[in-house]
Nanobody, 124 residues
């Protein structure tokens, strides 16, 4: 069993930045691939970014590439999402998730555990 707790969401103006954190507990954090997803009202949950176990590989949705950066600190059992140049369309609840699989994945069904989410609102 793994517990994931996101933090760092909030209200920001367009063009601003936020850094989300996701603290993990329960099992060996470094054994998991980690991902960030988001869900806007009335829309399906969508992939944002993912990172490999040692942080050496990352993958991003086209919509956030060049603006968002995923990273992890295995000593702190934490994964981060640095979000820059935020746009109103980035408004959503952001979720972190982990998977035991051996590859980076972009589908929600590929992830084993989820956090409760943190709200990000970008005003125009």
């Amino acid at each position: 069993q793994v517990q994931l707790v996101e933090s760092g969401g909030g209200l920001v103006q367009a063009g601003g930045s936020l850094r989300l954190s996701c603290a993990a507990s329960g099992r060996t954090f470094s054994g998991y691939y980690m991902g960030w997803f988001r869900q806007a009202p009335g829309k399906e949950r969508e992939f944002v970014a993912a990172i490999s176990r040692n942080g050496g590989s990352t993958y991003y949705a086209d919509s956030v590439k060049g603006r968002f950066t995923i990273s992890r600190d295995n000593a702190k059992n934490t994964v981060y999402l640095q979000m820059n140049s935020l746009k109103p369309e980035d408004t959503a609840v952001y979720y972190c998730a982990c998977r035991l699989g051996a590859l980076i994945a972009t589908k929600t069904a590929s992830y084993d555990y989820w956090g409760q989410g943190t709200q990000v609102t970008v005003s125009s």
